[in-house]
């Protein structure tokens, strides 16, 4: 099982085609058939499923997508650190959507004038899938919000995970016009949460205040982005919960309500242990902030 053959499935994966993979990689479809075809004998198992020219990965190769990954990873960061750091490496970051928008523009384009050589790559999404994936390996730290079940830092360190406190934010419900009246989340009428799918720290946060667990009106709009909330919410359809900092870079109409809903710091979590130079030296930019 060598990297190459590891690389070509993880590609085939993505654009579910022979033809499109081959293209990407450079290889004539051929090659790229044998090389999974042999993968696939190693493995003892199909990874892909066939139809016509489309294949999509059967229950096996979803499950070995992940190690690939992993393992691809591995060897990326041995490298990197045997070397010092001289061949600059890969710097995977994940991060929550309202982060990515308003903390990481300024801090990555820092981190990059200081270590050009560095590939930075960042994936977005919730803090509960995104906790998952550092202990995975699949990234090599998060900026996430912990869940309210987590109680603190501390429960981390039984998930194998470091944290560091980076920003502290300013939430705030987010209530069409008609709201005007309103002082506390008791006194919203609207009875639609928009907000990003389970494992959202801010919308458990936002459940809890409003009582929805509690209540058969509430409905929840599972939106994609905040531009999408801010517009539901400006359309009088919904609520939201945001950080300020989003909502200031977000221009939303004048005459929107906001609610205070309290704080919530981004930390930044990573490996117990993990010390790749691109890291580390992210560990060290942030702490001269």
């Known amino acids: 099982m060598d990297s190459e053959s590891l690389k070509i499935f993880c590609v085939v994966a993505a654009e579910s085609s022979i033809t499109h993979a081959a293209a990407r990689l ?12 042999q993968l696939e004998a190693e493995v003892g198992a199909e990874l892909f499923v066939r139809t016509g020219k489309r294949m999509s990965m059967s229950t096996a190769g979803e499950r070995f997508l992940g190690y690939a990954q992993r393992l ?11 070397t010092g750091g001289v061949d600059g490496g890969v710097l995977r970051v994940g991060s929550m959507e309202s982060t990515a928008a308003s903390r990481l523009p300024a801090l990555l384009a820092a981190y990059h004038v200081r270590h050009p050589t ?6 977005t999404g919730p803090s509960r899938p995104l906790l998952e994936q550092v202990r995975g390996g699949r ?5 996430v919000a912990l869940p309210p ?6 429960a981390l360190q039984d998930m194998g995970l470091s944290t560091k406190p980076v920003w502290r934010e300013e939430l705030l419900l987010l209530l ?10 008791a006194d919203v009428r609207t009875r639609s949460l928009a ?16 009582g929805i667990a509690d209540s058969t009106e509430w409905k929840v709009q599972e939106m994609g982005s905040y531009h999408a909330m801010i517009a539901c919410v400006a359309a ?23 609610l205070a809903a309290g704080h919530a710091h981004t930390r930044l979590v990573w490996r117990t242990g993990y010390s790749a130079p691109a890291f580390q030296n992210l560990l060290r930019h942030l702490k001269k902030k």
Do not use: M, W
Request: proline share 6%; net charge positive.
């Open 195 to 210: 907000a990003f799918a389970q494992g959202c720290t801010y919308r458990t946060l936002a459940e809890e205040q409003l």
């Open 149 to 154: 079940a987590f109680g603190d830092a501390a």
């Open 176 to 185: 069409p016009a008609s709201e005007s009246a309103a002082r506390r989340p």
């Open 139 to 143: 990234l090599d730290c998060a900026f």
């Open 26 to 37: 450079g290889r004539v479809p051929s090659n790229v058939t044998t090389r999974i075809q």
């Open 236 to 258: 009088g359809a919904c609520v939201a919960i945001l950080p300020r900092s989003v909502l200031d870079l977000a221009k939303a109409p004048s005459g929107l309500k906001t």
């Open 72 to 82: 691809l990873a591995l060897e990326e960061e041995a490298r990197h650190v045997v």
């Open 118 to 123: 560095t590939r930075l790559e960042v994936r």
